[in-house]
């Protein structure tokens, strides 16, 4: 039953119309019944999300040092003020973007040209393909922690094991750098880059299975190569999915936290805003500047999840007009 039907069965068998007033209070408890089921979830997620952010906001507005308690008061943007005037903050943001940039373009491309692989009819494709998934499931921690002493340390790491290995083929000393202190940056993002391939190849290889097989055909049949076919039908189908998966990638990785505390601590210029929000937060004990850059921080990311959405919603709409 809906506003539109022309007439409105009313709980008592009789009908009414619906622009009168019993038909709208029947209609409007018909839909009130349907949606009745989904309130204690949204009461839930209410409390678990929206709460914890609107007290986020009210103490950006405060200036509230826990090492100093009585003198909390209220200050309005002072703290929004302090954070785009920090250097430290101005640094933090600069290392933010390009950490996300650098990670979303090299997942990317990495994980297009291992869709391009997995598209194809392969022996035991299904094992590749679980195996290819497996970073995505490791628990970020556990991620950068096996990237950190597994393969970065300089005295048992697996890097400069087969940089030994090979090197002794040659009869030369090899030198055993220290990954993290001479890279800082491209160690974060390496490890990064591990974790969120797989998901980037799981997006592009649902979009080329997605791909019109007319249009290959008709491409195939006109003389077109592969590569032809590549930038000519299949690039253009794959724009909503490299748009989906650069932006579902941003969202994490400006929020990320865990490989840039763990492999570096923050040093080195490697310290994105979540890390800098930590130490103001932890060590500054700054609750008011810490919960302020926070919430630039909510922001970004509402604003990149908006482009997402409107991504997702034209690939179902894409979806309903075949």
Do not use: C
């Amino acid at each position: 039953m809906s506003a539109v039907d022309l007439r409105a069965t009313t709980a008592t068998g009789t009908t009414t119309a619906p622009g009168s007033s019993d038909g709208r209070r029947q209609w409007r408890r018909q839909q009130w019944i349907r949606r009745a089921p989904l309130l204690p979830a949204l009461i839930f997620t209410i409390v678990v999300t929206q709460l914890p952010f609107v007290a986020t906001l009210v103490i950006s507005f405060l200036n509230w040092n826990s090492l100093y308690p009585d003198e909390r008061r209220f200050t309005g943007l002072d703290n929004y003020a302090a954070v785009a005037s920090d250097r430290v903050l101005r640094n933090s943001v600069v290392t933010t973007v390009l950490l996300t940039v650098l990670v979303v373009i090299i997942s990317l491309l990495i994980g297009l040209g291992l869709a391009l692989l997995l598209d194809r009819s392969f022996p035991g494709r299904s094992i590749v393909r679980t195996l290819m998934i497996a970073p995505f499931l490791v628990v970020p921690v556990a991620a950068a922690l096996l990237w950190k002493h597994a393969l970065y340390n300089p005295e048992y790491g697996l890097f400069n094991g087969m940089i030994a290995v090979v090197a002794n083929w040659f009869g030369v000393t090899a030198p055993q750098p220290d990954w993290i202190s001479n890279f800082p940056l491209p160690a974060v993002v390496a490890s990064l880059v591990w974790q969120w391939t797989p998901f980037m190849m799981l997006i592009l290889l649902a979009g080329l299975q997605s791909r019109p097989l007319d249009a290959l055909e008709a491409a195939r049949v006109d003389g077109a190569g592969a590569w032809q076919v590549f930038r000519y039908v299949t690039l253009p189908h794959l724009r909503r999915y490299l748009e989906l998966g650069a932006l579902l990638g941003s969202i994490y990785i400006v929020q990320n936290f865990d490989a840039v505390f763990t492999i570096t601590s923050g040093g080195l210029g490697t310290a994105n805003l979540p890390y800098t929000i930590y130490t103001t937060f932890y060590q500054a004990h700054d609750y008011g500047r810490a919960s302020a850059a926070g919430v630039i921080v909510v922001i970004g990311s509402m604003i990149i999840a908006t482009f997402a959405l409107r991504v997702v919603l034209s690939m179902f709409r894409e979806e309903t007009k075949r």
